[in-house]
């Protein structure tokens, strides 16, 4: 079986303008302009296997969202191989974009003057999910998900638990096989989060659905994600187990979380 998401040498460098400062540079800037190259992502390596569920981790800056960006087809890399699901993502192909899906914690993607139930029934026709294949899907999510008193209450009414699972109910409503999480349970109250990783591990088990996790809640990565692959810099600096990223890191049974993930964020300076 191919794995859903391959790459090779994978390279995204951005060109910066840059200007001496004052009027004097910016006079300058105007007739010989100075640019130079950042490397967000470099000669970076990755298979992702049908329904895995991998966590992505590295402090702000590492180039988790510039890899993810080229994933999904949003940037173009500058660089390198990719394919996703089988296809180049940056050709933007609808058969592309009808088989994965993303959720991010901070961004969303309902209308928040509709009502739940309309918002999905929009989707329906945005994916042209056959009635059957709806019917069941929804039933599933409202089930899973104990949404049934929800579904006619105006989006702009829910809590942000609630609207974060009407987030997933959207965006798995068309069975992607592959599901981009961008902090998933970032402003959620402990409770609410191990709702939203009991759920995600039902997604993730009863669909098949492989998972891409990124994520700063480091109990999300810990609860959910048998692999860790950790950013650094651009560069790829991990790759393996979770929980033997962190025993690696773990000085004395029961420290704090916080102290091993800096630890752990700090490969990328001691490479």
Request: hydrophobic share 40%; glycine share 10%; aromatic share 14%.
């Given at each position: 079986m191919r794995p859903i998401i391959e790459t090779r040498g994978l390279t995204k460098a951005?060109?910066?303008?840059?200007?001496?400062?004052?009027?004097?540079?910016?006079?300058?800037?105007?007739?010989?302009?100075?640019?130079?190259?950042?490397?967000?992502?470099?000669?970076?390596?990755?298979?992702?296997?049908?329904?895995?569920?991998?966590?992505?981790?590295?402090?702000?800056?590492?180039?988790?969202?510039?890899?993810?960006?080229?994933?999904?087809?949003?940037?173009?890399?500058?660089?390198?191989?990719?394919?996703?699901?089988?296809?180049?993502?940056?050709?933007?192909?609808?058969?592309?974009?009808?088989?994965?899906?993303?959720?991010?914690?901070?961004?969303?993607?309902?209308?928040?003057?509709?009502?739940?139930?309309?918002?999905?029934?929009?989707?329906?026709?945005?994916?042209?999910?056959?009635?059957?294949?709806?019917k069941r899907n929804l039933n599933f999510f409202v089930e899973l998900f104990d949404l049934k008193e929800l579904l006619n209450v105006q989006v702009r009414s829910l809590s942000l638990g609630e609207r974060m699972k009407m987030e997933l109910v959207a965006a798995l409503l068309h069975d992607p096989k592959l599901l981009f999480l961008d902090e998933p349970t970032i402003g959620l109250d402990a409770v609410a989060q191990r709702q939203m990783r009991l759920f995600l591990r039902e997604v993730n088990e009863q669909k098949g659905t492989t998972i891409l996790l990124t994520s700063h809640y480091m109990e999300d990565v810990l609860s959910l994600c048998k692999r860790s692959v950790v950013v650094g810099e651009g560069k790829k600096l991990y790759d393996g187990g979770t929980d033997a990223l962190f025993r690696r890191f773990q000085k004395e049974e029961g420290e704090e979380i916080g102290l091993v993930v800096e630890r752990i964020y700090a490969m990328g300076e001691k490479a």
């Open positions: 951005f060109r910066r303008f840059e200007k001496e400062p004052g009027l004097l540079g910016s006079v300058k800037s105007l007739f010989k302009r100075e640019f130079s190259e950042k490397l967000a992502v470099s000669d970076f390596d990755l298979n992702v296997e049908p329904g895995e569920f991998v966590g992505l981790i590295g402090p702000n800056g590492a180039g988790k969202t510039t890899l993810v960006k080229m994933l999904t087809g949003i940037i173009a890399p500058t660089s390198g191989e990719i394919e996703v699901l089988g296809f180049w993502p940056n050709r933007l192909q609808n058969a592309f974009k009808r088989q994965y899906a993303v959720v991010m914690g901070q961004k969303s993607q309902l209308f928040f003057e509709l009502t739940a139930a309309d918002t999905f029934g929009l989707f329906k026709e945005l994916y042209g999910i056959s009635d059957e294949n709806y």
